[in-house]
């Protein structure tokens, strides 16, 4: 890596549900780039981001932000008005991603099998089931698996699902409803233009949701996957073929469900993170790491795409 001295603001926390999330994978962004010589400006977002970095004026901007407003498009734009270089993907792309409903219109025409579904309105859900249980209820644009539900014929949620239960409902207007997927929970890295290895989640209970992606010891990765290398191979197909549907940059990581009594027609890719975490935890670093990149070298990698891009 022969990238020069750059003044990096690493841009982190905010306001959207995966702020705590963000801040981990900022501060370790931030020390990466300490560790190699570079300037680092640590940047919680607040409403004044453009003033500050009006203030600062960095050489580029490492995007460590998840979630909304910081992964869907809206600092994108700002930035790309401001003509200051920044990491991940762009305006387009994020807005496109970050909608689960927009990203199957842009890959399942392409042959990339997602699973079917339907955008419903949350009072609707009092009245009956969208779907067959079990199926799953999801926000359409939040993601670390941030207020998904599983609902099952055994759930407490009720049937129909009662008004007062927990669960995302409580918190959205609308939700995507899907058929669940049962089996395998698997996902493929790609950086800069190759795709990686792939790794299977194993939940010690429960599902792969937001508190079991980012609680040490609640989920086991498994690095790489004990899958039939037909599987990994479609997983890296799919997950590079995404990348590049989509115009991801610098780094991006897609995500499957695989239902191994199905061989290859059982896998499906459920959604495509543009901006995966980059914390301790985090399976971009971990696969990075697997295929002999360092997170030092894995940093720099994604803010020399980013100067090129710019």
Known sequence: MTLSKLHIAVLMGGWSAEREVSLMSGNGVADALESRGHKVTRVDMDRNLAMVLDGIKPDAVFNA??????????????????????????????????????TKQALVPQGIPMPEGKVVECATLYKGDPLPRPYVLKPVNEGSSVGIAIVRDDSNYGSPIARDSKGPWQDFDHLLA?????????????IGDKALCVTELQVKSGFYDYDAKYTDGLTEHICPADIPEDIAELCREYA??????????????????WDDELGS???????????PGMTPYSLVPEQAK?????????????????????
């Open 265 to 275: 027609d059982g896998l499906f890719l459920l959604e495509t993170n543009t901006q």
């Open 240 to 257: 590079l073929k995404a990348h590049r549907l989509l115009g991801c940059k610098g780094t991006s990581r897609s995500d499957f469900r």
């Open 178 to 190: 899907e058929p669940f997927i049962k089996g395998r929970e698997l996902t493929t890295a790609v």
């Open 65 to 102: 932000l998840h979630g909304t407003p910081g992964e869907d498009g809206t600092v994108q734009g700002m930035l790309d008005l401001m003509q200051i270089p920044y990491t991940h993907s762009g305006l387009v792309t994020s807005v496109i991603a970050i909608d689960k409903e927009l």
């Open 290 to 310: 697997h295929m002999g990149m360092s997170y030092a070298d894995l940093v720099e990698a994604i803010v020399e795409e980013a100067l090129a891009k710019a």
